[in-house]
Nanobody, 125 residues
Framework: QVHLVESGGGSVQAGGSLRLSCAIS????????MGWFRQAPEKEREGVAG????????FYVDSVKGRFTISQDTVQNTLYLQMNNLNPPDTAMYYC??????????????????WGQGTQVTVSS
């Protein structure tokens, strides 16, 4: 069983920054791909970024490229999502998730078997 715990959400003004953290349990079986998803009210959950833990390669959707950066602290077993130049459309509940390694489905939430509880990000104009 993999346990994921997010933290770091909050309220910022447009142009501000936040760093989200995802603490991963010591049992990392099934975490070949880590994903960051977000869900705004009345919208579907969407994948925005992720990380291949094997070769430590991040990936991002176009809407966050250049603004969001993923990093990993292997000592603390924590994944970070640094979010810069935030805009009101970035407002959502952000979730950390893990799956066993289907790269073709890296943005498909149904492929992820482990989820954190989410952390709220609110960006005001």
């Amino acid at each position: 069983q993999v346990h994921l715990v997010e933290s770091g959400g909050g309220s910022v003004q447009a142009g501000g920054s936040l760093r989200l953290s995802c603490a991963i349990s010591k049992n990392t079986t099934g975490t070949d791909i880590m994903g960051w998803f977000r869900q705004a009210p009345e919208k579907e959950r969407e994948g925005v970024a992720g990380f291949y833990t094997g070769n430590k390669t991040p990936f991002y959707v176009d809407s966050v490229k250049g603004r969001f950066t993923i990093s990993q602290d292997t000592v603390q077993n924590t994944l970070y999502l640094q979010m810069n130049n935030l805009n009101p459309p970035d407002t959502a509940m952000y979730y950390c998730a893990a799956q066993g390694g289907d790269r073709s489905a890296r943005y498909e939430s149904e492929k992820y078997g482990y989820w954190g509880q989410g952390t709220q990000v609110t960006v005001s104009s």
